[in-house]
Nanobody, 126 residues
Framework: QVQLVESGGGLVQAGGSLKLSCAAS????????MGWFRQAPGLEREFVAA????????YYANSVKGRFTVSRDNAKNTVYLQMNSLDFEDTAVYYC???????????????????WGQGTQVTVSS
């Protein structure tokens, strides 16, 4: 069973950047596909980005494509989310998620992930 801890959230001005990290422990990290989701107050949790076990395949929500980049370092048991050109609508709690599979076919569905971190708050000021 893997445990996930996100970090790197904070307050940033519109147009700025943040890099989130998600450190995994308790499992063989390279056997997990990873996802990033976010949830704003009053809204459902939504897909942001996903990456397969080797990091060679990535997926993005249309709303973040071209601005966000997901990556992973299996040697460090960590997945990252680089967020650039942030705007107010990116404000949310960001969660990383893991599923023990090399390729998660339902990568954009929260129920397709078994393990979740506690989340990190990202607030973009206008």
């Amino acid at each position: 069973q893997v445990q996930l801890v996100e970090s790197g959230g904070g307050l940033v001005q519109a147009g700025g950047s943040l890099k989130l990290s998600c450190a995994a422990s308790g499992g063989t990290f390279s056997t997990y596909s990873m996802g990033w989701f976010r949830q704003a107050p009053g809204l459902e949790r939504e897909f942001v980005a996903a990456i397969n076990w080797r990091g060679l395949t990535t997926y993005y929500a249309n709303s973040v494509k071209g601005r966000f980049t997901v990556s992973r370092d299996n040697a460090k048991n960590t997945v990252y989310l680089q967020m650039n050109s942030l705007d107010f609508e990116d404000t949310a709690v960001y969660y990383c998620a893991a599923e023990r599979t090399y390729y998660n076919r339902n990568y954009n569905v929260p129920l397709a992930y078994t393990y979740w971190g506690q989340g990190t708050q990202v607030t973009v000021s206008s």
